[in-house]
Each structure stands twice: as C-alpha cells, then as structure tokens.
C-alpha cells in the first residue's frame, strides 16, 4: 500500500463503502473514515479486507494521511452535518487542499460553501453522484461544480471511477463554478420524480382500465425496454413486475405511500423562483404528497365516488398509445427541466455544456436512457436551441404521438384514473404550442382589481396602460414589474 493514500473519503453508508471500493479497484489509494469508529473497524475488516484501503480514527489521522494536495470526500447526510465537518477539517488542512462534498446538497449551499472556502485558501467541490448503490461500486454519473482551479486534481479520480458510454467516454465532466453540479445533479433527480411517476400512471391506467396483472405488464415492459423507452427505470419496472413472493406479485403487497428525500422539491421551488413552468416534475413531487395521505384517501375512497371503469376497444391498440403516452411526456419533462438548467445558467452565469450534461446522464445513473443520446445531438446540432420541443427529432417523435397521447389522457379522466403527469406534460405542450393564451383576460383582471396594467397587441411591446374599468378608480396605476 502507498504511504499516502491519493483521496479520504468520510461516510461509510451505502454509496460511500461503494465509492471507495470503486475508487481502490480502479487503482487508488483511500483512507476511509466515519463518525462512528467501529464503522471503519468493521469495514476495514470485512470488505475492504486485503485492499488499498486504510482506515482513520480521527480528522487529523485522516488528513495526515493524504499526499498534497489533500483531497477529502464528504458523503455525508446533506445540510448542517455538512457544514459541521467542513469546520473540523480546515485547521488540518493547507492552501490549495481540496473539499468534495458528494452528497445531495442543495445548490445554494454548495455556493456559499465554495466561496467560503475559497476565502480560506481552500478548494471546494460539490458534485452530484447519481447511480444508486450498484451505480457507485461498479460506475456513477458524476457531476461536478465548485472551484475550478481544484478541477485537475480530482479528474483523473472521478473520471476513472465514473460509468462510460459505448465509446469510452466517461459520464463525468466539469460542470461549471460555485453551484453548478449540484444543481444539475438537483434537475436530474427533478426528472427522475417525472419518469417514474410517468411509468406509475401507465402501470395504474393498464391495471385499473385494461385489468392487467403484473405478469402481462412485465410482458409489455419488457418489449418497451428494447425500443425508444429503453432505460434504467423502464428496465427495473420490468423486473419489479415480474417479481414473486410466494408464488405472488411483491408490487401489489407493497403500501402506496411513497417517501422523497426532497431533491424534486427543490427542482420545483427553483422553477417557481426562476418562472420555469416546470409542471410536470411539479406533478409528480404533489403526487407523492398525495400518496402519503393514505388513511385520508381509504376514507375519502368510501364517500367520492367517480365513473364506472369499462374498457372497450382493441387492448393492444390502446397499450402502444400509452407508450406514445409516455415517450411524449418524458419528452416534455426533459425539455422542462433543460429549460430550467438554462434559466439558472442565465442567473448564476454559469457556462453549461447541454449536450455534456445528456452525455454524462447516459451511463451509471437513475435516469439513464438510450433516448439522453438525441438530447446531446440536437444541443451538438444547435447549442442555442430555446427548447428540445423545437428540434426536429423531438418535435417530430411528439407530433406523431399526440393521436394516442390524448387518447391515454381523455380515456383517464373519463374512467376517473388519476394521470397528474401524463394530463400536465399535455397541457403544457398545448399551452407550449398556442401564439395566444388568455393571458389576455388574466392581466385585464389584475388592472381591474389592482391598477396593475397591461400592454396592447397594437401598440409596442414595453408601454403600459391602465382602464378605469368602473369610473370610479381615476387614472393612478400600480408600478409594473414581475416577480
């Protein structure tokens, strides 16, 4: 083993253990630490028996231990313990020492961490790791953000650890300064929340209107997974569906209360404070919400009823109009949360690399898909494209499967099967798609309640005019402005 190990690593949970044995396989050296001592004990014993891993009792044994410059992996429970241990490693550490903290910190966080730090002659770097436990032991998507003079000494790391596409290249790049990675990485888990609700809609709408078992689902997943859906998460549905206990469907004895760690509900209360409708990642992030209601729903269930559910028509013609369905809404997720990114890119001016940011999605993590790969060839094709509806792959693939999108949508609402994300990502595309919206009533309202003005269609976009709707208001309007 080396006298100094190339990188510490602190958090011995799941995704940390994963990550340093990925990092020892890949021919690195890792000092390995935690809060709890006898964690490291046990893990220097079990798995990392026989391996370049070396174990730390205390901050300063795992400092000492590091070459120059020091580079420390923070995988840690996001928020204050953060914080809390980024302050007992600056007395140990010397300019140009490195911080990584690679847990699901909340970009606005990462920020003030980088500059803080940056003011104490150390380097900061907050990176997103996504892939889930296998992701991390055998590749991860990594996306890394913070100060950039720090970029070059963790690069050969992350990007030997990190998943690789077909021709090699790894699912990790730099992001860009200060927040970047960690807000991209806070998108990703935004559509994440999108494509499975997306996935739980189908599932719910060919069992409660087509009275499909989870074997014939298993069936239609399975052939999904080998065309234009295939992906991770289509991949493991196929396989959830398909899995007994007891000669019986596991998924139908598991309770419908889903659980978030809240990385959905920062992507959508970024959209709010950035004016991105981003309606669809909204809807799944409420429909969680909704699920945890259980108890209230099972009363509500035996008081509200709603239609009978009969299905008639052709089941096979009706099962590939819901992956229409699905393939147009996971369209719109993805152009919503691009637009996001762009918006935040435009606020923090921050230089993302949109088709980067598909490549490094494309390999080792949640949401990887064969569909990410047109993501980064329309933004090769036109990196100032304003939205993934507008270019031609997409806008093609959605036009030609809106027919049985409605179809999925209307049969939904008419049999009383609640379709949140699948019903959002269609008004939004006909929102998206309309050169008038009634926008025109709304803002006549606001001038009449509130003196709020409007602008006119025959005069020049930025003048404002004010109607005294009910000669009594005068001629004083409220100043103009959005927030």
Known sequence: MKALSDIGLVGLAVMGENLILNMESKGYTVTAFNRSIDKVDSFIKGRAAGKNIRGAKN??????SLELPRKVMLMVKAGQAVDDFIEQLIPHLAAGDIIIDGGNAHYADTMRRTAYLESKNLLFIGTGVSGGEEGALIGPSIMPGGSKAAWESVKPIFQGIAARVEDGTPCCEWVGENGAGHFVKMVHNGIEYGDMQLICEAYQIMKELLGMTPAEMHVVFADWNQGELDSYLIEITRDILAYQENGEPLVEKILDTAGQKGTGKWTG???????????LIGEAVFARFLSAQKEERVQAAGILKGPE?????????FIEDIRQALLASKIVSYAQGYLLMREAAKQHDWNLNYGGIALMWRGGCIIRSVF???????FDEDPNLPNL???PYFREKVESAQAGWRRVVAAAVCHGIASPALTSALSYFDGYRSDRLPANLLQAQRD????????????????????NWTGRGGDTASSTYNV
């Open 59 to 64: 901050v300063e044994a795992l400092v000492e």
């Open 269 to 279: 209360i970024s959209a709010l404070e950035l004016g991105i409708p981003l309606t």
């Open 309 to 317: 559910r009969n299905f008639e028509g052709d089941r096979q013609a």
């Open 372 to 378: 990410l790969s047109r993501i980064k060839d329309a």
């Open 389 to 391: 509806l507008l270019s």
């Open 448 to 467: 009449y309640f509130g003196a709020h003005t409007y602008e006119r269609i025959d005069r020049p976009r930025g003048e404002f005019f004010h109607t």
